[in-house]
């Protein structure tokens, strides 16, 4: 269980970002980062301005990283979605 623990802190990376006039860092797995960035060039908006828009948007009661990694996945379902076939 250790090993575990450890392996997944260490797949995190940590970015500090200023939103809102303080400083802030979040932990995220490089995957994420990585569809976040994606989604932010299709938006035309840089990373910060992206997160600054999830920080400002999201429940309260969810933590940002969390609220990043949600947006990422749906994003990324949204994008895998098939049209649904006429019936005829």
Same mark, same amino acid.
């Not at 749906?74 to 005829?88: F, V, W």
């Given at each position: /269980?250790?090993?575990?623990? $450890? /392996?997944? =802190?260490s797949?995190?990376?940590? *970015?500090?970002? +200023?939103?809102s006039?303080?400083? %802030?860092? @979040?932990?995220l797995?490089?995957?994420?980062? $990585?569809?976040? $960035?994606?989604?932010? &060039?299709?938006?035309?908006? %840089?990373?910060? +301005?992206?997160? =600054?828009?999830? $920080?400002? +948007?999201?429940? #309260? &009661?969810?933590?940002?990283?969390? &609220?990043? *990694? @949600?947006?990422?996945?749906? %994003?990324? +379902?949204a994008?895998?979605?098939? #049209?649904? #076939?006429?019936? /005829?």
């Amino acid at each position: /269980m250790r090993a575990t623990r $450890d /392996m997944t =802190a260490s797949s995190l990376v940590k *970015r500090s970002l +200023a939103l809102s006039g303080h400083r %802030t860092s @979040v932990a995220l797995e490089q995957e994420f980062w $990585d569809a976040l $960035d994606a989604l932010a &060039a299709t938006r035309g908006q %840089t990373l910060i +301005a992206l997160v =600054a828009a999830e $920080d400002a +948007a999201r429940d #309260p &009661a969810r933590s940002l990283a969390s &609220a990043l *990694r @949600v947006l990422a996945l749906n %994003t990324a +379902a949204a994008r895998h979605e098939q #049209p649904i #076939p006429s019936q /005829m």
